[in-house]
Structures are given as structure tokens and as C-alpha cells.
């Protein structure tokens, strides 16, 4: 029986609406969440993703700024204004849209931001925050992928976890809220000589490598629950993920589709962290 399909649209829907509802009942008390997106350069895929936030925000309410500069815009004027926004009271998320572009130090950039409205997670505080089991904002992919899980009713109690892939706004990220909800996590990636042996005994695996085909059917536990954060494109053009999406489908128990699945939920998180640092913030 192939696997039931994790809708990430029809869950981010359900999160969106109460993120709506909350952020009316701010904004009737004065206090509208607000959200700066700051592109810096003309990198078409990042000007979707902005562009998507954007609208994301002003269909939950949320108060929105848009800052877009040349690619020739020097750090010191991109730290000038993340500072300025750090001390505006109507905005209470910055994001900085990466990748910068290349004169720009990302890690530079990411720490200007203020800790309480680092809606991103990437900051060295709001790793550290998660790494010690801290409350603080978190890395809205990992976030999303947790809801994803979550909406399948398994709990993670006990169960055997797999991440593949090991970048600090996924990999590690994700495998520090697994265990967090009590999962026995093995982390692999490019070094981890045979994969399936790691895989084929796992419970929950989450592929987030940007690599075709990274998990296969001969690979995956039936019944398991696959995540799959992976965007690619097959030799059609179409979009896809890390995983053989059709045949790993006849043997998970659950799997999130790409497109549908994680992409929805990560500017859904996204929401969920702005609306937390407002509350936070105005508390």
C-alpha cells in the first residue's frame, strides 16, 4: 500500500489560520506583528522566496517591509540598517535574505541581527538556545518538519531518527529537535560510507543533502516516515527532491510530495517565530 502523502500546504493552511487570529488580537491591542526582509542583489530564486514572505505576511496581518539594494550595496551600509531596524518598534522579525552577495560576510550579517527578533534561528545565540534546550526562536525548516512529523500522530518517543545532511540551518538544527522530542538521532552525510545501513533501521529519516535520489526504496524501513527538504530538478526541468519520490513511496509509511510538502511549511514557521517575537517582545 503506498504511503499516505504528509500535505504540507494543507497543514501550513490550518498554522496560518492561527497565526492570523493571534496576530489580529495583537494588532487590536496596538501592537501588529512586523516583519523586514532585506534582499540584497538580484538572484532570481531569492527574489521568489522573498516575494512569497512577503505575501505570506500581509495575508496573516502582519505589518511587512520589503528592502531591496543593488548587489554592490558594501556591508557596512547592510549592518547600518539592520541596526536601525534592531531599534524599530514596529518591526519585530528581521530577515536578511541569503545568499549575499560575495563581499558581504553572511555570519557578520546574521549576528547584527537582534536575538529577539532573529525569526531566522541562525544566530550563534539561537543555536546555542536550541542546543542547550533553551527557549528561543528556531530555524523555521527544522520547525516545519517537526509539524510535519507531528501531523502523522507518531511520536518520536523512543524511535530511531536518521538526518541526512549536516548544514547548520537544517541537519544540525534538526537533529537537536529530535532529540528534544526524544528520538535516538544518528546524523549522516557525504563522509558516512554506507548510508542504507543507517537508514534501513530508522524510523523517521529526513533527507536535506540537495541531491537526487539520495534515498532510495532498497533503503528506507517499511512504514517509515520520510521528510524530504530537498529542491531539484529532475531531466524534465521539473521540480523534485532528494528522494525517489516513487519508489520510496511503495514502502514508507508516510512522505512528504515535492513540491507540497516542506517548502510551504518553512515560511509558515517563518510566520509562527515573527508572531512569537511580537507576543515576546510586547509581552
Do not use: W
Amino acid at each position: 500500500m503506498p504511503a499516505q502523502l504528509i500535505d504540507g500546504v494543507a497543514l501550513s493552511g490550518l498554522i496560518r489560520g492561527d497565526v492570523a487570529t493571534r496576530a489580529a488580537a495583537l494588532t487590536a491591542q496596538g501592537r501588529k506583528p512586523g516583519l523586514a526582509v532585506i534582499l540584497v542583489g538580484e538572484d532570481p530564486a531569492s527574489a521568489v522566496y522573498v516575494r512569497n514572505k512577503v505575501k505570506a505576511c500581509e495575508a496573516c496581518g502582519f505589518h511587512s517591509v520589503l528592502e531591496r539594494y543593488e548587489a554592490t550595496l558594501d556591508q557596512a551600509t547592510l549592518l547600518a540598517r539592520i541596526a536601525a531596524l534592531n531599534a524599530d518598534p514596529a518591526i519585530h522579525g528581521i530577515l536578511v535574505q541569503m545568499p549575499v552577495p560575495r563581499h558581504i560576510d553572511p555570519h557578520k550579517v546574521i549576528e547584527a541581527i537582534s536575538t529577539a527578533k532573529d525569526v531566522d534561528g541562525f544566530s550563534v545565540h539561537s543555536a546555542g538556545a536550541l542546543m542547550t534546550g533553551l527557549p528561543g526562536l528556531r530555524p523555521a525548516t527544522p520547525y516545519g518538519c517537526m509539524k510535519l512529523i507531528e501531523s502523522t500522530g507518531l511520536s518520536l518517543k523512543g524511535k530511531h531518527a536518521v538526518v541526512i545532511g549536516r548544514s547548520n540551518t537544517v541537519g544540525k538544527p534538526m537533529a537537536l529537535l529530535l532529540l528534544q522530542a526524544h528520538a535516538t538521532v544518528t546524523v549522516c552525510h557525504s563522509g558516512t560510507p554506507d548510508l542504507g545501513a543507517h537508514t534501513r533501521h530508522a524510523d523517521v529519516v529526513v533527507v536535506a543533502v540537495g541531491r537526487r535520489n539520495t534515498l532510495t526504496a532498497d533503503m528506507v524501513k517499511p512504514g517509515a516516515v520520510v521528510i524530504d527538504v530537498g529542491m531539484n530538478r529532475n531531466d524534465e526541468g521539473k521540480l523534485c527532491g532528494d528522494v525517489d519520490f516513487a519508489g520510496v513511496r511503495e514502502v514508507a509509511g508516510f512522505i512528504t510530495p515535492v513540491p507540497g510538502g516542506v517548502g510551504p511549511m518553512t515560511i509558515t514557521m517563518l510566520l509562527v517565530n515573527t508572531l512569537q517575537a511580537a507576543e515576546a517582545l510586547n509581552a
